[in-house]
């Protein structure tokens, strides 16, 4: 049971570049999420999705496409790469009967 | 934006010692609070999630209780221990159910 699964872990962009983060999740969740870790502030959520061909905006989705064709997989797009989106950033699927979050390893961007 | 408040933002402590975190967060339209371990270079993990007012949870050392009505919770670690050091994160699902808010975190160091 792998769990929840993020790629790349690691990315190094030039501004206006576009790239897509991937995060796929083999518990069955309906629910998953794309939140950002910076610096000094608490893990923000970018969208969220609560199953396939539903997704819904976070605090911070300026900047930021998701879908979600089927449950497992939840990517997040980045049409035109800035500075300020230079983050480490989390997927994370929600089990149903308890609320908890599965988070991934995180993916470590840097936008140059 | 919602705002949940964790205080405070950084703790050293002695082995041994017992200490607790604050979380506040607004009390309307709550839904769920969330508490989460963060070791470093690894991925938040699921302590508790609380729902209801007066709720308190245990695992091991570590309990914590809610209060929704005022809008906070506490984390009590009873005798710390260096394989505690990480950092603790709440969440709060006042912003609706599929929304949820996460502070800056308290850094938790145990000094042996």
């Not at chain 1, 998953?32 to 997704?55: C, E, F, K, N």
Request: aromatic letters at 12%.
């Amino acid at each position: 049971n792998a769990g929840v699964t993020q790629t790349p872990k690691f990315q190094v962009l030039k501004t206006g570049q576009s790239m897509t983060l991937q995060c796929a999740q083999d518990m069955n969740h309906e629910y998953m999420s794309w939140y950002r870790q910076d610096p000094g502030m608490g893990l923000r959520l970018i969208h969220y999705s609560v199953g396939a061909g539903i997704t819904d905006q976070g605090e911070v989705p300026n900047g930021y496409n998701v879908s979600r064709s089927t449950t497992e997989d939840f990517p997040l797009r980045l049409l035109s790469a800035a500075p300020s989106q230079t983050s480490v950033y989390f997927c994370a699927s929600k089990e149903e009967g308890t609320g908890e979050l599965f988070f991934g390893e995180g993916s470590r961007l840097t936008v140059l | 934006i919602l705002n949940v408040e964790q205080s405070p933002q950084s703790l050293h402590v002695q082995e041994g010692d017992s200490t607790n975190f604050t979380c506040s967060f607004p009390s309307s339209n709550f839904y769920a609070l969330h508490w989460y371990r963060w070791e470093t270079a690894k991925s938040p993990e699921a302590l508790f999630v609380m729902t209801l007012n007066g709720d308190e949870k245990k695992k091991g050392r570590i309990s914590a209780t809610l209060n929704t009505k005022e809008g906070y919770s506490y984390l009590y670690i009873k005798g710390s221990q260096p394989e505690d050091s990480a950092t603790y994160l709440c969440a709060s699902g006042s912003g609706g159910y599929n929304k949820l808010i996460f502070g800056a975190g308290t850094r938790l160091a145990v000094h042996p």
